[in-house]
């Protein structure tokens, strides 16, 4: 007998936490409030809360996005809702709408039943713009200037060189002489503008100059060979 009615309690009290399960779970009703607030960025944003009592559903929301454009020639979705973080009852999708107007619905189905609908304009995004320092970059550098061109160094360095005369200490008189000489007899008489088709006495006059400054040029260096013979002798 008392085991009869220890598994009668059993069973009372089994259906009694059954029939109180539905009512704690049914406490905010079973019909949600689903709003679309916007997008971000192309992303719809809703808010779904409780509509008994306007409390924000603690658990996932299972409900479909499906986004119609204005001309009716373009569809989007079906996508989820996910849950935008810190905040208790702020939802968002993982994808974005393309620019343009969108007739968008959402309907959810889980923890109850709800539905939004509103029509959102979506604009492209603005690109950034480079940075200054990306477009201006480093300046170009120009070319290396070379070194100092031709006759850069005239007047820097020692006297130029004439030409037939051998310079630098140490060269003798009659080596000088003789080298002055060449030079001259060398060097061609530059007949002036005026003497230009004169008689021929004209030239006669130049290579009688030249002759006679040749032969003054072999007697100095013959005087000086003569006179650094004789230094020679009276040193021996």
Known sequence: MNRRNTALALTVLSGAVLLAAPGTAG????TL???????RQGHVTTEVVWENDGDP???RVAATVNAVSGDGARTAGPWRLVRVPGTPSGWTTAETLPAGRWRVTVEAGFPGLGRGERVLDVTAPVPVPASAAGESGEPVRGAKSGGPGPGAGAGRGGAVAKPGVSG?????PAAAATAIAAG?????ATPSPTATGSSGSGSGAA???TLGVAGAAVVGAAGGLLLRRSRTRKRG
Request: charged residues 15%; aromatic residues 8%.
């Open 33 to 39: 409030k689903v709003t679309v607030t916007g997008h």
């Open 27 to 30: 406490a905010h009703g079973d």
């Open 168 to 172: 630098g200490a140490g060269a003798s």
């Open 207 to 209: 290579w009688f100059t």
């Open 184 to 188: 001259v007899a060398a060097r061609p």
């Open 57 to 59: 559903v603690t658990e």
